[in-house]
């Protein structure tokens, strides 16, 4: 069992910044990889960033690469998610997400275990 709590969300202008953090508590913190994903009332929940056990690898979609960046802090049992450049488009519900078996993905159904999300708006 694994809980997760997002945490860091809120109102910022164009061309502002966030960090999201993730809190995780119960399974060893390493043991997983985590994502971050995103969604907006009547569409599907789309993929974020996703990073490794160890934190040495990174993934991102196009539409985010260089201006996000996911870390963890294995010792803190903390997952972020720096977001810079912010653009109207990027305002959803942000979720992190726990994977106990394989490498990153990308895919909804592949993690194990969400946290509640936590809202951002970014205003033009």
């Known amino acids: 069992q694994v809980h997760l709590a997002e945490s860091g969300g809120g109102l910022v202008r164009a061309g502002g910044s966030l960090r999201l953090s993730c809190a995780a508590s119960g399974r060893t913190f390493s043991s997983y990889t985590l994502g971050w994903f995103r969604q907006t009332p009547g569409k599907e929940r789309e993929f974020v960033a996703a990073?490794?056990?160890?934190?040495?690898?990174?993934y991102y979609p196009r539409d985010v690469k260089g201006r996000f960046t996911i870390s963890r802090d294995n010792a803190k049992n903390t997952a972020y998610l720096q977001m810079n450049s912010l653009k109207p488009e990027d305002t959803a519900v942000y979720y992190c997400?726990?994977?106990?078996?394989?490498?990153?993905?990308?895919?909804?159904?592949?993690?194990?275990?969400w946290g509640q999300g936590t809202q951002v708006t970014v205003s033009s």
């Open positions: 990073i490794s056990r160890s934190g040495g690898s990174t």
């Open positions: 997400a726990a994977r106990f078996t394989g490498a990153p993905s990308m895919e909804v159904q592949d993690y194990d275990y």
